[in-house]
């Protein structure tokens, strides 16, 4: 059973930004492709931004030239560097596999407020 670990979110102004990290409980890692979700409040949860094993990325069009996923095999964790935030990204941010293979973690709350 892998276990998702996310970290790194926080209350942060419009224009700035935040890094976010997942920790997965496998050694098996690096052949899983990852992606993050989000869920703001009375809303359905949706996938951000997705990595593939060998690094290509894809990216939701609202995020697009803001957001960047990323991966370090070494250290089993996926990123993601959040710029150029906007109140509209506040959500609870959430890391899984592209097809939400694994059990969901507690997430990490990202607020954009003024």
């Known amino acids: 059973q892998v276990q998702l670990v996310e970290s790194g979110g926080g209350l942060v102004h419009p224009g700035g930004s935040l890094r976010l990290s997942c920790a997965a409980s496998?050694?098996?890692?690096?052949?899983?492709?990852m992606a993050w979700y989000r869920q703001a409040p009375g809303r359905q949860r949706e996938l951000v931004a997705s990595?593939?094993?060998?690094?290509?990325?894809n990216y939701i069009d609202s995020v697009k030239g803001r957001f960047i996923i990323s991966r370090t095999n070494a250290k089993n964790t996926v990123y993601l560097q959040m710029n150029s935030l906007k109140p509209e990204d506040t959500a609870v941010y959430y890391c899984?596999?592209?097809?939400?293979?694994?059990?969901w973690g507690q997430g990490t709350q990202v607020t954009v407020s003024s």
């Open positions: 496998t050694n098996m890692f690096r052949f899983y492709g």
């Open positions: 899984n596999g592209p097809t939400a293979t694994f059990t």
């Open positions: 990595i593939d094993p060998g690094g290509s990325t």
